[in-house]
């Protein structure tokens, strides 16, 4: 064999063994987040279904019940303390008023046209909510969440890796084809390699664009975003006086708007009167927020009306904090507002979700899932008909190892970028050493 021919052979050698230990660590994850991503697309439709008898009512022409009426009908049937008001986003919708009872948070549903609650569930406790924090492992606790950090960066590099060992190099077959037939670890291997070519957009896609909610270097990323009063000029629209309170401890936001401060009410006098929630609403109806917003109601006599709606369309995004005294909106701002890194993140994680493109963004995004589920099984049972007997079936190491330092070398970068996969591949690293010198001291080639 040529010195050439040798280099490139020990050089795809590196590449397999590390996209080896990357199926390793990212493949039962990611069929995990296939699974429970691809349903999470269809979050509106699926919990509307399931709870039908709760969240949908009869569409009528009379006018619906003052939003204060509903609210304290919702606190007689649960006593506790509202803190969210949701109209409903469409005629046969009921709203939404989410309550800290005794027993923990509650939304409890009620006809906006009777004034009636239909029914209760745990306040974030539907099903699909249950699915996303699975699916953000957040489900497990907050160190369980940081894995998919690491599976993300892992994930990138099985794409990168997969992609090279994919590279036709003169062959034709299994290249864009699938050979032979499922007995044969041939059929499995081409099945891999196609589906892989297929997906591989779509998972480098949703890698990066799921990096911002990851707990290390997505909030890092959020203090880069928000670094100048949620990452816009200051006093955006009005020079506002901000208190220490979050919006995301309010409320479910934006993930650019998670540093957002909320701005304080300045009360006339000791009879100043609150506009109430009757007057909120009817200030955010004349603001023209989209329809399916939600109000958070102030905490405190300092604290602030906000109703805030994160639809579909991007565009029409928007936050707006009013006095709770004077009914004047202190900050009101839309997607058109944000910074450039804020409107890219946005844009990705819009589309990460299944929402900015209507229903085709969903069916693409949910055949992308299917195709990496697929991916993930084919390559197990590839994996499985070409391992040796009893063995791990780790592919062999190149016959210079300066080839695999090359590997290791392009992979610190990516680690540097994002440090809690460096510090697992570091750890990886330590493991391949481990064992290359075990098989030198048995002799084996290959684990």
Not at 33 to 57: H, S
Not at 222 to 237: K, Q, S, W
Not at 391 to 396: A, E, R, S, W
């Amino acid at each position: 064999m040529s010195r050439s021919s040798r280099d490139a052979s020990d050089l795809y050698r590196s590449v397999w063994r590390w996209h080896f230990y990357a199926g390793l660590i990212a493949i039962p994850f990611l069929i995990s987040l296939a699974v429970t991503g691809g349903l999470y697309l269809f979050k509106d439709e699926i919990d509307q279904w399931l709870n039908a008898d709760i969240v949908r009512v009869e569409a009528q022409s009379s006018p619906t019940v003052a939003p204060q009426q509903q609210l304290d009908a919702a606190v007689a049937a649960h006593p506790g303390e509202a803190f969210r008001y949701v109209p409903p986003a469409a005629p046969n919708l009921a709203s939404e008023v989410d309550i800290t009872t005794a027993d923990g948070k509650q939304a409890v549903y009620v006809d906006p046209y009777t004034g009636e609650v239909t029914g209760t569930t745990a306040y974030r406790g539907s099903v699909m909510w249950i699915v996303r924090s699975i699916h953000s492992l957040s489900y497990f606790g907050e160190t369980a969440s940081m894995i998919i950090e690491i599976v993300g960066g892992w994930s990138i590099l099985l794409v990168l890796t997969g992609l090279y060992l994919w590279w036709p190099r003169g062959r034709r077959g299994g290249v864009m084809t699938v050979r032979a037939t499922p007995a044969k670890r041939l059929f499995w291997r081409d099945l891999h390699a196609v589906t892989g070519l297929f997906v591989a957009g779509f998972i480098l896609f949703l890698a990066v664009t799921g990096m911002p909610w990851t707990t290390v270097w997505g909030s890092k990323v959020n203090e880069l975003a928000n670094g100048h009063n949620f990452g816009y000029p200051d006093g955006v629209r009005v020079n506002v006086p901000l208190s220490d309170e979050r919006l995301a401890e309010r409320e479910k936001t934006t993930w650019s708007l998670e540093q957002a401060q909320l701005p304080e009410s300045t009360p006339g006098g000791a009879d100043a009167q609150s506009i109430g929630l009757n007057g909120a609403v009817r200030t955010f109806d004349d603001l023209g927020l989209a329809p399916g917003y939600a109000v958070s109601l102030p905490s405190d006599p300092s604290g602030v009306y906000t109703g805030s709606i994160y639809p579909d369309d991007l565009s029409r995004q928007r936050v707006v904090h009013l006095d709770q005294y004077s009914g004047e909106p202190l900050l009101d701002m839309n997607y058109a507002d944000y910074g450039p890194l804020g409107k890219s993140l946005e844009w990705g994680i819009n589309v990460h979700m299944g929402q900015q493109y209507g229903l085709a963004n969903q069916l693409i995004l949910a055949l992308a899932c299917a195709g990496i589920v697929l991916l993930c099984v084919s390559s197990g049972v590839m994996w499985w008909k070409r391992r040796p007997s009893g063995k791990l079936g780790i592919p062999p190491e190149p016959k210079d190892p300066r080839r695999l330092r090359g590997v290791l070398a392009l992979l610190a970068i990516g680690g540097v970028i994002f440090p809690l996969v460096g510090a697992s591949m570091i750890v990886m690293a330590v493991v391949d050493a481990l064992v290359r010198r075990f098989s030198v001291r048995r002799g084996v080639a290959a684990v």
